[in-house]
């Protein structure tokens, strides 16, 4: 383990979380003296954290993943490592069905996946191997399903917006999938 770096083995036990979330969360303070999130950023990074070990549990279809937390300078990189199965979206528009790695890609794909009423989950993917997640928000009262559809995207919703930037990607050598949230802080002055 470097000191800006660290990495957890994560057996997608439900009942680990409470434990690792702490580990993580020390060695976010520990680390982020000169560049200390503020309170509402702590608490953005335990929930993005707590969900990308929730979806370890519940979406990845393998007993283990690793989380690898690294400092670097003002940036902070929470990211989900596992060999399970391969992120897989509905446009909610459309109902198509897209998995990583896309098959046949040609042009960049972009489509929602998710929306609440206030705000629209979008996956963009500029090549076969990876999807940006961004939120755009909605203008106007529409909540035609989120009191009967409360999707397993919400997740990737919480991810997405509490993160600076989320991402995923998935590397076909190693048959990895890889789920990145990015999180950027000032630098303390005096």
């Known amino acids: 383990m470097e000191h800006d770096r660290i990495r957890i083995h994560f057996t997608s ?3 680990e ?3 690792i979330l ?6 976010v303070v520990q680390n982020t003296k000169n560049a200390s999130p503020s309170p ?25 993943c690793t989380l690898n937390i690294k400092v670097d300078n003002n940036r902070l990189f929470l990211e ?11 446009g909610q528009d459309t109902g198509k069905i897209f998995t990583w790695p896309i098959k046949g890609f040609t042009n960049r794909v972009e489509f929602q996946i998710y929306h609440n009423g206030v705000d629209s989950l979008i996956v963009r993917s500029d090549d076969a191997h990876s999807a940006k ?18 999707s397993e995207h919400f997740g990737l919703l919480i991810l997405t917006k509490a993160s600076h ?3 995923y990607e998935y590397d076909p050598e190693t048959q990895t999938n890889r789920f990145t949230s990015v999180f950027l802080f000032a630098e303390k002055t005096g």
């Open 165 to 167: 930037e989320f991402y």
């Open 133 to 150: 997640f961004y939120v755009k928000e909605m203008t106007g009262p529409d909540m035609p399903r989120l009191l009967n559809d409360s």
């Open 17 to 19: 979380i409470p434990g």
């Open 80 to 90: 989900k490592e596992d060999r399970g199965n391969p992120l897989s979206l509905i």
């Open 13 to 15: 036990n439900r009942e």
């Open 40 to 64: 509402d950023t702590f608490s953005k990074i335990k929930w993005v954290i707590t969900e990308l070990l929730t979806n370890a549990v519940k979406h990845s279809g393998t007993r283990d």
């Open 22 to 27: 702490k580990i993580c969360l020390d060695h």
